[in-house]
């Protein structure tokens, strides 16, 4: 469990962050903690860059037997065999917080001054486990200002067939003071991870009020990283967030107290508190269901043993990046009508640092599904993942000609909205659509009817797959058709 800070100011020395970190750049020290040992040392420290790490050297035998025994609970090895000493997670939280104390409070007895001065920094972390994958990640780095860049690690780096663990490795750049990166590393840590060690009690709101009071607030997911934070302890959160907003009131309404408009606004804030629970539920939900959709595919496409696949209708690209890290995928192809789309799904997919081996097997094309392009010819199969219903249902023909008619790959996976499943989106109202630019969404029967007149048309089968937990009346949220061509 590594981290590093990189500071690269121009003009000054830049070992002046061992004054920040109040650790000297040309030692190695090493803290004993409950759980481990916590090394710091600097493996490059010149004039123009200088990196501090933080290397955590957890004890799996001393994290059960101190207060973090009962948090793997119910199976009794796996308190001993778990991913924890590996990863990054709540334990460096308390790491940070004891080695870079003062740091983190913003003192710095040698450079006052520095500690309230931004500064190009870039954090690293070696494998950090994100429940909501880059998505989230960006979702909670990027309003704070960070420039975000992810990569999810193989599950053996030997076997690529192995596919993708659910750790990524993460770099973060910013222009900022010291004190609040390592406030927002503090909280953000166990958030990214979701499980944290110890028993998290009233106590863990203190440390969140103390540590996001600057910017949690704010924050668009402030909900979401607050019951994180407090291990999904709705209450808590709740509770966490309202004491916030009060001390911004306290704040504005300088030492009034208890007046009259300071508890106006804090019943306003409650109420507000609990209109946001339902809108981070529906976001995480929806991180989660497309988690869930690219998984299901890709899970199919290996069972299928297909390795070349043309992505139609690839969006911004997350299934594309899925399928590119896998080197079980040796040609892939991601199509889109929208340049816009296709513009961020490179930028997103860092196509040009790329090493060239992983780079050459994906190509990104202009085009649309209208019309009839020989580049898609020749692959084992396409995915439409949530395209279909943006086509006009006068359209469909085409579509139907172009991809089953024409470049009749062996397989075809399209996946599309369960329009019965719309009933349990509870701030959806009866008869609208689940996106303003979908034409249709259809039922599981219209999409079965639909999809049998294909394979009778084009000489297809077709199996059909849920995407995300069904409800036993209304089926899934997504439905998925897999044809496959019957030569
Ligand atoms: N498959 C992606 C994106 C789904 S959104 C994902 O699951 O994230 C639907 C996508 O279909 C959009 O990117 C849109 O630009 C694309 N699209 C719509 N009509 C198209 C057409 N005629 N040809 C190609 N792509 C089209």
């Avoid at 990027?142 to 992810?150: C, D, I, R, S």
């Avoid at 507000?272 to 899970?299: F, I, P």
């Avoid at 036993?472 to 439905?479: A, K």
Wanted: glycine content about 6%; hydrophobic content about 35%; aromatic content about 8%.
């Amino acid at each position: 469990m590594l981290l590093t800070i990189e500071n690269t100011r121009k003009g000054e020395d830049a070992r002046e962050l061992g004054y920040l970190l109040q650790k000297h750049p040309d030692r190695l020290q090493s803290f004993e903690l409950a759980f481990g040992q916590c090394h710091i040392f600097y493996p490059e420290a010149s004039n123009e860059r200088c990196r501090a790490a933080l290397l955590l050297e957890i004890d799996p035998v001393k994290l059960v037997r101190g207060s973090g025994g009962k948090s793997k609970g119910d199976a009794p090895l796996a308190q001993y065999v778990n991913d924890r000493p590996y990863v990054a997670s709540s334990l460096m939280s308390v790491a940070l917080g004891k080695v870079f104390r003062s740091a983190m409070n913003g003192q710095c007895k040698d450079m006052p001054q520095l500690a309230e001065t931004a500064l190009p920094l870039t954090i690293e972390l070696s494998a950090v486990p994100v429940k909501g994958g880059e998505p989230f990640l960006q979702a909670v780095f990027e309003p704070l200002g960070y420039e975000v860049e992810a990569e999810r690690l193989p599950l053996d780096e030997r076997f690529s067939e192995w596919g993708e663990s659910r750790l990524f490795q993460i770099r973060l750049k910013t222009d900022a003071k010291l004190k609040d990166v390592l406030n927002h590393l503090y909280v953000l840590i166990p958030v990214l991870d979701r499980e944290k060690h110890y028993y998290v009690g009233a106590e863990e709101i203190e440390k969140l009020l103390r540590r996001g009071e600057q910017w949690l607030k704010d924050h668009p997911l402030s909900q979401v990283i607050a019951t994180r934070y407090l291990r999904n302890k709705k209450s808590l959160a709740a509770l966490a967030l309202e004491r916030l907003a009060e001390s911004e009131n306290e704040k504005q309404n300088g030492d009034e107290g208890e007046s009259g408009t300071a508890n106006d606004a804090t019943a306003q804030n409650t109420a507000g508190t609990e209109k946001s629970v339902g809108q981070e539920e529906a976001l995480e939900k929806k991180l989660s269901l497309n988690e869930v959709r690219m998984d299901t595919v890709v899970e199919r496409l290996k069972d299928l043993g297909v390795r070349r696949v043309a992505d139609l209708g690839c969006g911004e690209g997350k299934l594309l990046s899925r399928l590119v890290h896998d080197f079980f995928f040796q040609e892939i192809v991601g199509m889109d009508v929208s340049i816009r789309s296709l513009e961020i799904a490179e930028r997103r997919l860092k196509l040009d640092r790329m090493p060239e081996r992983k780079a050459q097997r994906l190509k990104l094309l202009h085009g649309s599904l209208m019309y009839r392009d020989s580049r898609l010819n020749n692959f084992d199969a396409a995915t439409c993942i949530e395209v279909i219903e943006h086509l006009d249902v006068p359209r469909l023909n085409a579509f139907e000609k172009v991809v089953f008619g024409q470049a009749r790959p062996s397989y075809v996976l399209i996946t599309t909205p369960n329009r019965e499943y719309n009933k349990l989106f509870e701030s959806l109202e009866e008869g609208r659509f689940r996106h303003s630019d979908h034409r249709f969404e259809w039922s599981r029967a219209e999409f079965r009817s639909w999809s049998k007149d294909i394979c009778q048309r084009f000489g297809y089968s077709v199996d059909y797959f849920d995407v995300g937990t069904a409800d036993p009346e209304l089926g899934p949220p997504t439905q998925m058709g897999v044809f496959c061509r019957g030569d």
